[in-house]
């Protein structure tokens, strides 16, 4: 019978490892030299353009206690946005998103749940945000906290496919979330969310977020720093040196 061997017992070398490129992560860079003082700065984006939204009301609670608890908040209304590739990129719904997912430190997403997913309004949103521009990627680093609001019993459908997006849009993504089931059921007719244990969630998703914000926002230079991309520029700086002498 084989025995795996204790790590102790591996041999430690690396015929595929670029040593030049290696970095031991170090606690020191941890720790920002200069931490940001200005209050933590979030976009919240809603997934439904009805008159009496749920998800939209939701993100309103969400707002209201981010800027309670200090943050900068700015909700973008996606009414008027064009479908994906419908427009340029010059349209002016999509440059102020852009220009808000820029300004974020972090976010928080909130849809309605259709048809067992996100609705196309919330995933429009995220579509038109690049994954980069020139050598910015908009999103990279960002925190994100994602809420949905569900017309039946509780489901985790729509949070789970912006779990995934959020990291493809490589957001650090806090662990907690919000499902709000039969929404219609949890706000007042003056569109305030009634005292309850869904409630109480959606206090403790924006806490956590807060936090998580707090710690990372400086950090996004350490915390995204990669290997594979590393030996990438190192490689490209190369080719570009070699064609130079040419």
Not at 73 to 88: H, I, Q, Y
Request: hydrophobic fraction near 40%; glycine fraction near 6%.
């Amino acid at each position: 019978m084989n025995k795996e061997p204790h790590v102790a017992e591996l041999e430690l070398s690396f015929p595929a490892l670029d040593r030049a490129l290696f970095e031991v992560p170090d606690p020191a860079r941890l720790t920002a030299a200069s931490p940001s003082r200005h209050p933590p700065r979030f976009l919240l984006l809603y997934g439904s353009l009805r008159s009496r939204s749920y998800s939209r009301l939701l993100s309103f609670e969400a707002a209201r206690l981010l800027t309670a608890m200090g943050g900068e908040v700015r909700l973008f209304d996606p009414s008027g946005l064009p479908l994906p590739d419908d427009a340029p990129d010059t349209h002016p719904k999509v440059q102020e998103l852009r220009q808000l997912a820029a300004w974020s430190e972090g976010m928080v997403w909130c849809s309605p749940e259709r048809h067992g997913a996100m609705t196309g309004v919330m995933k429009s949103q995220i579509d038109w945000i690049p994954l980069s521009t020139g050598a910015i990627r908009p999103t990279q680093g960002k925190t994100l906290a994602v809420m949905q609001v569900s017309g039946g019993s509780q489901s985790f459908n729509a949070v789970n496919q912006m779990r995934v997006l959020g990291r493809w849009m490589r957001m650090l993504t806090i662990p907690n979330q919000s499902s709000v089931a039969q929404a219609y059921a949890e706000f007042t007719e003056e569109g305030r969310m009634k005292p309850s244990s869904y409630y109480d969630r959606v206090v403790d998703v924006m806490e956590e977020l807060f936090k998580f914000t707090l710690l990372t926002r400086d950090l996004g230079p350490c915390l995204l720093d990669r290997y594979s991309e590393r030996k990438e520029s190192a490689e490209a700086t190369a080719q570009r040196v070699k064609q130079s002498a040419i």
